[in-house]
Nanobody, 126 residues
Framework: QVQLVESGGGLVQAGGSLRLSCAAS????????MGWFRQAPGKEREFVIAIGRSGGSTYYAMSVKGRFTISRDNAKNTVYLQMNSLKPEDTAVYYC???????????????????WGQGTQVTVSS
């Protein structure tokens, strides 16, 4: 059983940056692909970005490509989401997710992930 805890959310002005962290425990971190999803008020949870088990492959939603990057430190059991050039439409609760089975063909699909964090709020003011 994997436990995930996100941190780093907050309030930032448009054009600013934030870095989210997701610390994992209770499993072998390097066995899990990691994803970030977000949910804005009144909207469905959506895929943002993901990274494969070794960190060699990354996957982006078109809305964040060129602005967001994902990385992982398997020695620290942590995945990071660096968010630059933030826009008001990036405002949402951001969730970290993990799964040992997802691969390139389903890594963007939230229903494929078994383990989720509690979420961290990101608010971008205009």
């Amino acid at each position: 059983q994997v436990q995930l805890v996100e941190s780093g959310g907050g309030l930032v002005q448009a054009g600013g940056s934030l870095r989210l962290s997701c610390a994992a425990s209770g499993g072998t971190f390097s066995n899990y692909a990691m994803g970030w999803f977000r949910q804005a008020p009144g909207k469905e949870r959506e895929f943002v970005i993901a990274i494969g088990r070794s960190g060699g492959s990354t996957y982006y939603a078109m809305s964040v490509k060129g602005r967001f990057t994902i990385s992982r430190d398997n020695a620290k059991n942590t995945v990071y989401l660096q968010m630059n050039s933030l826009k008001p439409e990036d405002t949402a609760v951001y969730y970290c997710a993990a799964d040992p089975r997802v691969g390139p063909f389903n890594i963007r699909k939230l229903h494929e992930y078994d383990y989720w964090g509690q979420g961290t709020q990101v608010t971008v003011s205009s």
